[in-house]
């Protein structure tokens, strides 16, 4: 059983920066692509970023490109998303996500995602 920890949500300014946390349980971290993804208020979840366990290869979505960073450290079983630019349409709760261990899953896809943190909120507004 992998649990997920979201961390480091909160109210920025527009143009501000936020960097997101999801510290992990259990042995699989480094074994598993990991995503983000967000919802906002009366909206469906939608995917922000994924980073691949087998290369570390990364897929962003195309309105935050650019402007948000995924990265993985191993040795911590942490994700982390920098979040730089921010918009107020980037408000939302975050949700960290990871898949099933030694597996390459369609990122881009929440179904396809085996364990889901509980979200941090982020805000972006003056």
């Known amino acids: 059983q992998v649990q997920l920890v979201e961390s480091g949500g909160g109210l920025v300014q527009p143009g501000g920066s936020l960097t997101l946390s999801c510290a992990a349980s259990?042995?699989?971290?480094?074994?598993?692509?990991m995503g983000w993804f967000r919802q906002a208020p009366g909206k469906e979840r939608e995917f922000v970023a994924a980073?691949?366990?087998?290369?570390?290869?990364?897929v962003y979505a195309d309105s935050v490109k650019g402007r948000f960073t995924i990265s993985r450290d191993n040795a911590k079983k942490t994700l982390y998303l920098q979040m730089n630019s921010l918009k107020p349409e980037d408000t939302a709760v975050y949700y960290c996500?990871?898949?099933?261990?030694?597996?390459?899953?369609?990122?881009?896809?929440?179904?396809?995602?085996?364990?889901w943190g509980q979200g941090t909120q982020v805000t972006v507004s003056s």
């Open positions: 996500a990871a898949g099933a261990p030694a597996h390459i899953i369609q990122v881009l896809d929440a179904a396809a995602y085996q364990y």
């Open positions: 980073i691949r366990w087998f290369g570390d290869s990364t």
């Open positions: 259990g042995r699989t971290f480094s074994s598993s692509d």
